[in-house]
Nanobody
Framework: QVQLVESGGGLVQPGGSLRLSCTTS????????MGWYRQAPGKQRGLVAR???????NYADSVRGRFTISRDNAKNTLYLRMNSLKPEDTAVYYC?????????WGQGTQVTVSS
């Protein structure tokens, strides 16, 4: 029933920018905590950024100052603007939605940063 669909991944050169989007099902998008996580080959999935229903945000140290998480509640959409991309940002990026004890993940979108 619940669907989270990421888009916007792709290949980008170091120093470039990319914007990821995540559109989710449901009629109460505004109440959810939303986030972006990423997983590189051979590494654990880790937090990239998170945004609460109230709009407060937090970021992984590795992306703070370069990435911006935002949401458009009218569009049921979560965004991640990624600037100054580095090769170490290469990973599958996953959209995450949570409310109380409910938690859901998208299928992920590949981001590759390479020259």
């Amino acid at each position: 029933q619940v669907q989270l669909v990421e888009s916007g991944g792709g290949l980008v050169q170091p120093g470039g920018s990319l914007r990821l989007s995540c559109t989710t099902s449901g009629s109460r998008f505004s109440i959810y905590t939303m986030g972006w996580y990423r997983q590189a080959p051979g590494k654990q999935r880790g937090l990239v950024a998170r945004i609460t229903s109230g709009g407060s945000t937090n970021y992984a140290d590795s992306v703070r100052g370069r990435f911006t998480i935002s949401r458009d509640n009218a569009k049921n959409t979560l965004y991640l603007r990624m600037n100054s991309l580095k090769p170490e940002d290469t990973a599958v990026y996953y959209c995450w939605r949570a409310y109380r004890n409910d938690s859901y993940w998208g299928q992920g979108t590949q981001v590759t940063v390479s020259s």
